[in-house]
């Protein structure tokens, strides 16, 4: 009998008591390969020395002093080298403590630039069904999981979800990525008009979905058409970099493969490393400007927003991921895993779809190639791939797939990107031997 309320009440979950580079070790002396990063959080895997030492470092100066009161080095230091290195025009940094906070913060944001410029009617959210952006409540609003969604509806602020682009579902045999990237941006487009121009705050997606459907990417345009659309209406674009953020798909930030740039971008797992927990919004000039020569300031905050220790350790994990050109080693290990997924995989009877980019990458599980029909979600495949896995000693993310058939089951794979090639051989044996086992 456990005090600790677990995720899952009935899951009899192994004690991790050590983590050494990929590795994850239990108190009953087993070792795991960690080839999700936790849920894509553990970038430079576990126990790096740098970063212990930053943390360290940090505990003897100062661990804590509120940022209403004070700044802190660690803190000003990590927003200059994240500003640094945005997207055009995100020169801004606001730090806050995980994913749905940045997004919780993102989406205040948006509200309130419309505000200071006298634009108070705008209260719309459009955001795209099965996407992700965590479980505090206006993030699971903008969120398109239905099955995270459903019981807490009645409490959930007004959202409107279309489609997302999503090629091996949603795609028309026969259309091209052009026509299709144009179709699926239509839809942003139609709902805009559909709620009146004036009306709409934001569009949020992830630029690379991952939680709910698994490391599915844009169609080539998809994104720069939607940012197009957000311009025409005056509509902000918040990108959800959470997951596939900060190096997890060969650049650090995904939208830079896209060529866009949003308004809000929000930012977490892969920007602390797990080391601490801390997640940021980055923000573009123009929305600094409105609150500057508005209300001159932000009405927002939590006790441990801008927290030195976690600001040293993301300082340390960014600063180790260029030190060591580890984007570099992204690019080189996802083509190998890309590569060594499609020999196991590709003429697979039950695998329909293997995506992603860089170290971010998933395969769809379906009953039947050709007609792509997902497995019964009663039969909880993925529950069963993660068991025989962690049973043979490899973390990977599997997650279910819809009731609408509008999505199978799939398995999340990302590795730290510190891998090397002989781990990313590893984990694809293993996966391939779970998913056999647990079909
Ligand atoms: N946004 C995306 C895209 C995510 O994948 C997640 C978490 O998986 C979140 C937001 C929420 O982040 P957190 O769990 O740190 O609150």
């Not at 991952?210 to 197009?228: N, W």
């Not at 051989?425 to 998913?435: F, H």
Request: hydrophobic fraction near 45%; proline fraction near 4%.
């Amino acid at each position: 009998m456990t005090h600790l309320l677990h995720r899952s009440i009935k899951a009899r979950l192994p004690v991790a008591v050590g983590g050494k580079g990929i590795e994850i070790f239990d108190q009953e002396g087993r070792t795991y390969i960690d080839a999700s990063g936790g849920a894509a959080v553990s970038c430079l895997g576990h126990s790096h020395p740098d970063v212990l030492a930053a943390l360290h470092d940090q505990l003897d100066r100062i661990a804590y002093a509120h940022t209403s009161f004070f700044t802190s080095d660690v803190a000003e230091r990590l927003a200059d080298r994240l500003a640094a290195d945005a997207p055009e025009g995100l020169g801004h940094v606001y730090l806050v403590s995980g994913g749905s906070e940045a997004i919780e913060a993102a989406l205040k944001m948006a509200r309130q630039y419309f505000v200071e410029k006298g634009e108070p009617q705008r209260r719309h959210i459009i955001a795209r069904r099965q996407s992700y952006h965590g479980n505090t409540l206006g993030a699971l609003a903008a969120g398109g999981n239905e099955w995270r969604r459903a019981q807490f509806k009645p409490l959930l602020i007004e959202t409107h979800h279309i489609d997302p682009c999503y090629a091996y579902r949603l795609q028309e045999p026969g259309e091209s990525d052009e026509a299709y990237a144009a179709r699926a941006a239509q839809a942003l487009e139609d709902k805009i008009v559909e709620l009146g121009a004036d009306q709409v705050i934001a569009f949020v997606a992830e630029t690379v979905v991952g939680a709910t459907a698994g490391a599915v990417p844009p169609v080539a345009d998809y994104l720069k058409r939607v940012r197009t659309i957000c311009d025409r209406y005056g509509v902000l674009l918040i990108l959800d970099e959470v997951m596939c953020g900060m190096g997890r798909t060969g650049t650090l930030h995904a939208c830079e493969q896209e060529g866009v740039a949003p308004d809000l971008m929000t930012i977490a797992k892969g920007l602390g490393g797990g080391y601490q927990p801390i997640g940021a919004v980055l923000l573009s000039d123009r929305i600094f400007d409105a609150f500057a020569s508005g209300s001159g300031f932000f009405q927002h905050g939590h006790t441990y927003m801008g927290h030195p220790m976690a600001a040293a350790a993301a300082l340390a994990v960014q600063e180790v991921i260029r030190r060591d050109n580890l984007l570099q080693n992204v690019r080189a290990m996802g083509m190998h895993l890309s590569r060594r997924l499609n020999e196991r995989f590709a003429n697979h009877h039950n695998v329909g779809d293997i995506r992603g980019r860089g170290l971010f990458q998933a395969i769809e599980l379906v009953t039947d190639r050709s007609t792509k029909a997902p497995f019964d979600p009663a039969l909880k495949l993925h529950a069963r791939i993660k068991q025989e896995a962690m049973a043979n000693g490899l973390m990977v993310y599997p997650m279910g797939g819809t009731i609408d058939g509008r999505l199978g089951d799939h398995v999340l794979v990302a590795p730290p990107f510190i891998a090397a090639p002989r781990d990313i051989d590893a984990i694809v044996e293993r996966l391939g031997d779970a998913v056999d086992a647990a079909i």
